[in-house]
């Protein structure tokens, strides 16, 4: 409500940046980025990053000497994601201390729209990248909801193991699938660690297989959700692929889900 902007990924199509959407609407101060892990697909819009003040930018502990360019995705080529890689790094350099778990204010950040959110790196070796994702959950006005990058089984072990993760998980509403809706990311732990939600958002598209929807949908009681102009009900997991894009609104008042809707 008093105008605090906040970036979780930087992904984006051939067709649509979120931050020069975001730009367009007028914004110019970022009060907090968060990039989940440095593959293309999260973090490609970032040449674009330079058009606003950033305050804090929160990232994984992962140095581009860890990153083999030959196995990134199609988003970006090899000269392009290493120029991404680089601007990742100069964030990195530039903010040295606010990354999860020794960042500002001990990993939370908060507002003053009421606004909390605690971030999470799993700790550990990992082979693959993805499982370095940092996790934010973010709660407001009384909602709770987890925003996750690409973690699998064993990055969400790692992170159930600790004990500020697991008390910020409690009560949790809204879960952003990991790994895009893909078993790749499902964690049977997790799901049981969180119990019943209302509902599980998926960020997929036409090269994205979301084949742990139905395993996601046990877990959900389902929430009214006014999809492209209708009205329909008990939606227990919405999908970008094939409901467009997921507007979440929350403000004071608001009834009878928790104080928040859902808009495609």
Not at 70 to 85: D, F, I, K, M, T
């Amino acid at each position: 409500p008093t105008g605090t902007n906040i970036m979780f990924d930087l992904g984006r199509s051939d067709s649509f940046s979120p931050l020069l959407d975001v730009y367009g609407r007028g914004v110019r101060t970022l009060d907090a980025v968060f990039v989940t892990h440095p593959h293309a697909d999260h973090f490609n819009d970032i040449s674009m990053l330079g058009r606003f003040h950033v305050s804090r930018f929160f990232r994984p502990i992962v140095v581009p000497s860890q990153i083999n360019y030959s196995q990134q995705w199609r988003y970006a080529g090899v000269n392009e994601y290493a120029q991404l890689v680089s601007n990742y790094h100069a964030h990195h350099s530039a903010h040295p201390y606010e990354i999860s778990n020794m960042g500002y204010n001990n990993g939370s950040y908060s507002t003053p729209d009421g606004l909390v959110l605690e971030t999470f790196q799993p700790a550990g070796s990992f082979v693959d990248v993805n499982d370095m994702s940092l996790v934010a959950v973010a709660s407001f006005n009384g909602v709770k909801i987890i925003l996750s990058g690409d973690n699998g089984p064993h990055s969400w072990q790692s992170l159930l193991r600790d004990s500020r993760f697991r008390s910020a998980i409690v009560g949790t509403h809204i879960l952003l699938a990991p790994h895009h809706g893909r078993m790749s990311g499902y964690s049977l732990d997790l799901m049981s660690a969180l119990g019943q939600l209302d509902v599980c958002l998926v960020s997929d598209g036409r090269a994205v297989l979301a084949n742990a929807v139905s395993a996601y949908d046990q877990w959900c009681r389902g929430v009214t959700a006014i999809v492209q102009g209708n009205t329909q009900y008990a939606r227990k997991c919405l999908t970008t692929r094939n409901d467009g894009h997921i507007r979440l609104f929350s403000q004071p008042g608001m009834s009878p889900w928790g104080g928040y809707s859902i808009r495609t």
